[in-house]
């Protein structure tokens, strides 16, 4: 049977019409692909950590200066924020928004990977939840952190796996954990609790089973645990301690269990902005960084900075780190 040309017009705009919608939708309806965390074509693979931004929506613009020098300077495979990120001055989630803007901005600029764990300031704005602040930072383009395993006041335990610079096997690993508030009852700070230690062991095991064998790893988190005062007292550790060490009393066992699993090689926080000491114990390092941000507590004759974590494919258990300050700044 022959159409006629009316037929075909309005067959040709029908097809016209599906093509058009199918491919809008597509775009509305596909996420934007995550970046790939993969070790350098040379084999290294370099992490920033900033610690204690610890500002609002007005944010102090000397803390964004000299993160911006720092990623200039040191060109990093992934940034991370361990914690203490936003302060309570946000006076509506509006606010919070635009502090969270403010330091995601360095970031997003230069579409470097950049992951978050929260610290014991990060929800006392009350404007929002610590998981609508995790969808917040899980809606930029180039942000890789997670939910991940949530308990009723933690969220954001995650571990990111860095594949090998040739292959798509994992060849390192970074553990996030939400280390807590505050204990009101005893008036102390948190800990890691049993649950976070439990998830921890069996995230372990199955990327052993997966892989057959045990790949090393860095974790992170805010508030410093016990083993920091025993590393420092030791009298071995390198770095400075300006201020009390302000860990909980109670230990949760969250060491013994990294010396038993024999995975993690380092562990690193924030939380008191004065330390950036680094000592090692049964063959797992303790470090801090010193605070990043100008908006909060610190002290003018102690330099700002960061930490830089340097990994070599080619040996990943044994990592180089070091600090990189303002005064390094000349301008």
Do not use: C
């Not at 989630?93 to 600029?109: G, H, L, T, Y």
Request: proline share 4%; no cysteine; hydrophobic share 35%.
């Amino acid at each position: 049977m022959k159409l006629s040309k009316g037929w075909f017009i309005i067959g040709s705009i029908a097809i016209f019409l599906v093509i058009f919608f199918s491919i809008t939708y597509s775009k509305d309806n596909t996420e934007t692909p995550k970046p790939e965390l993969k070790f350098r074509k040379d084999g290294t693979f370099k992490i920033v950590q900033f610690a204690d931004s610890q500002d609002g929506p007005d944010i102090d613009i000397r803390t964004i200066n000299l993160m911006n020098k720092i990623l200039d300077f040191e060109k990093p495979d992934l940034v991370l924020l361990t914690g203490d990120n936003v302060d309570d001055s946000s006076k509506s989630s509006k606010e919070v928004k635009k502090s969270i803007d403010n330091i995601a901005e360095p970031m997003e600029r230069r579409r470097i990977p950049w992951a978050v764990i929260f610290g014991n300031h990060d929800d006392e704005h009350g404007k929002m939840s610590k998981e609508e602040m995790m969808n917040i930072y899980t809606s930029y383009p180039n942000n890789i952190s997670q939910s991940g395993f949530t308990t009723s006041d933690r969220v954001g335990n995650y571990n990111i796996l860095i594949k090998a610079s040739e292959t798509n096997i994992p060849v390192f690993n970074i553990y996030m954990l939400d280390s807590g508030k505050y204990d009101y009852k005893t008036k102390e700070y948190e800990w890691i609790n049993y649950k976070q230690i439990d998830w921890y062991k069996h995230t372990t095991e199955a990327i052993q089973q997966k892989y057959n064998r045990t790949i090393p790893a860095l974790m992170f988190f805010h508030i410093p645990i016990p083993e920091f005062k025993i590393v420092w007292e030791n009298g071995q550790a390198v770095g400075f301690k300006n201020e009390e060490i302000s860990s909980p009393k109670f230990n949760s066992g969250l060491f013994e269990a990294l010396v038993d699993t024999k995975d993690v090689k380092g562990i690193f926080v924030g939380h008191d902005h004065l330390n950036d000491f680094v000592g090692e114990l049964n063959g797992i390092k303790l470090g801090y960084s010193r605070s990043i941000g100008y908006g909060t507590y610190g002290d003018d004759s102690f330099s700002r900075g960061a930490r830089v974590f340097f990994i070599k494919e080619s040996d990943p258990s044994k990592f180089e780190t070091w600090m990189r300050l303002a005064s390094d700044f000349h301008n």
